[in-house]
């Protein structure tokens, strides 16, 4: 955007030479006002005539969900955001309504819009709403190489409109929302459509449409996280105990602490931090009185729930399955240890990221959407017999590679890796 035209004062420098023809960097803009209020449909009548209103709209369905993170211990969705061209915005409040099986069936064939969609895919599954074609805004834009792909950024950086992002972090289990709040929700949706058709006109400009649709199905299919076994490992400084009966203690007080989360629907480390409960099992205190006198054992419910921490400690001094220090047969361990563990795989991972991190330059796509480091890591501690590119990109698929990934990276990964030997050869060869 260009200044005004005409020559003013404010047009000219110091030498007085105009300045109108020079390009500036436009100020964002700020959402146009909106002319009605916001209301959150929390009914099943508002709720199936917003359904109908849905289905006559046109083109595909910008949808959001915010969930109450940090505040409750369930994930689920509190409030759930759609806007389709022709129709207009449309907030939903998941707990009131219940099923949303009518609404699926009217959308699920459209193309879904979202940012981030692995962050709300399973919310939307839990109230019945799955798509079958996504388009993934933030996807995209990591795709086409932007350093910045939060929706404030990208939304700034393509459309030109500053969105306030101060509510992202609230608990939207609270009730009435604010109308602040409700605006800010409905723009994370209005704005979509919009911003996903430049997104992919830039996709097709950059010769990666097909790259992305390979990326959004795959974010749309992928298989959740299996449970955890021993979830309680999660307990962040859990490893810094080297007793085995103090992580008995803390294994004992993560599961009474989880316990009473899932029962009052409360974020656990709001209850009880897990810096306390790793506090309270390394000092392992002899007595009530002397659990609750302990500083570092914080947090709202340390004190009123003292009971209960007390009978999980005493609990988990009395245990006699003892946790024991295992790693499971297919976790592998952390590459810094490659170096004294499996040299020859060190040696294969960090010519293929030398490789990989090439590679990413060139095509403009960050290195870890390219290839997962995980898939990277795998492959270089098995690789396939004999290295070649063929033999590479077959295990990437195994591995759960795209096809445009094992276009794109077998070849520079398998010639990497007979680098890597060669090297190995030469230097072994030298020394002896």
Same mark, same amino acid.
């Given at each position: 955007m260009r200044g005004a035209s005409g020559v003013t004062d404010d047009n000219l420098t110091e030498d007085g030479e105009s300045t109108s023809d020079v390009e500036t960097t436009p100020a964002?803009?700020?959402?146009?006002?909106?002319?009605?209020?916001?209301?959150?449909?929390?009914?099943?009548?508002?709720?199936?005539?917003?359904?109908?209103?849905?289905?006559?709209g046109y083109g595909p369905i910008a949808v959001d969900a915010e969930r109450a993170s940090g505040f409750k211990f369930s994930q689920r969705a509190y409030l759930i955001q759609l806007y389709r061209r022709g129709a207009g915005s449309f907030l939903f409040d998941?707990?009131?309504?219940?099923?949303?099986?009518?609404?699926?069936?009217?959308?699920?064939?459209?193309?879904?819009?979202?940012?981030?969609?692995?962050?709300?895919?399973?919310?939307?599954?839990?109230?019945?709403?799955?798509?079958?074609?996504?388009?993934?805004?933030?996807?995209?834009?990591?795709?086409?190489?932007?350093?910045?792909?939060?929706?404030g950024s990208v939304v700034e950086e393509f459309l030109g409109i500053h969105l306030k992002k101060e509510h992202s972090a609230a608990d939207w289990s609270r009730r009435p929302l604010p109308e602040s709040w409700?605006?800010?929700?409905?723009?994370?949706?209005?704005?979509?459509?919009?911003?996903?058709?430049?997104?992919?006109?830039?996709? *097709?400009?950059?010769?990666?449409?097909?790259?992305?649709?390979?990326?959004?199905?795959?974010?749309?299919?992928?298989?959740?996280?299996?449970?955890?076994a021993e979830p309680w490992r999660r307990l962040t400084g859990v490893h810094s105990l080297r007793n085995p009966r103090n992580v008995a203690v803390a294994r004992a007080l993560w599961m009474a602490r989880d316990a009473l989360a899932r029962e009052i629907d409360v974020s656990p480390g709001r209850l009880v931090p897990d810096s306390s409960l790793v506090a309270a099992a390394r000092v392992l205190p002899e007595s009530k009185r002397e659990l609750a006198a302990l500083k570092e054992f914080s947090g709202r419910a340390s004190r009123t729930e003292i009971d209960r921490w007390w009978a999980a400690l005493e609990e988990g001094k009395a245990a006699t399955d003892l946790p024991v220090n295992r790693r499971s047969e297919d976790t592998l361990p952390p590459?810094?240890?490659?170096?004294?563990?499996?040299?020859?795989?060190?040696?294969?991972?960090?010519?293929?990221?030398?490789?990989?991190?090439?590679l990413s330059e060139f095509v403009n796509i960050p290195v870890e959407n390219l290839l997962t480091p995980e898939i990277l890591r795998r492959i270089a501690w098995t690789p396939p017999e004999p290295l070649t590119a063929e033999g *590479?990109?077959?295990?990437?698929?195994?591995l759960g590679a795209r096809p445009w990934q094992l276009e794109l990276t077998a070849q520079p990964i398998a010639q990497a890796f007979v680098d890597a030997h060669q090297k190995a050869e030469n230097e072994s060869e030298a020394s002896s």
């Open positions: 964002p803009a700020e959402p146009t006002p909106r002319t009605l209020a916001l209301t959150v449909i929390d009914t099943r009548e508002a709720y199936l005539d917003a359904v109908e209103k849905i289905a006559a998941p707990p009131a309504i219940g099923s949303f099986a009518e609404l699926n069936d009217a959308i699920s064939r459209e193309e879904w819009i979202l940012h981030a969609a692995s962050q709300d895919l399973a919310c939307l599954r839990e109230v019945g709403l799955d798509p079958r074609v996504i388009f993934d805004t933030e996807l995209a834009a990591r795709l086409l190489g932007i350093p910045r792909v939060g929706l409700l605006e800010y929700a409905a723009l994370d949706v209005e704005l979509l459509p919009d911003l996903r058709d430049k997104l992919a006109e830039l996709l *097709i400009e950059n010769s990666k449409a097909v790259i992305a649709a390979q990326e959004f199905e795959a974010t749309r299919a992928k298989e959740p996280k299996p449970v955890a590459p810094r240890s490659w170096a004294d563990r499996n040299p020859e795989a060190d040696a294969r991972l960090k010519a293929a990221r030398a490789s990989l991190l090439e *590479i990109a077959a295990s990437l698929s195994e």
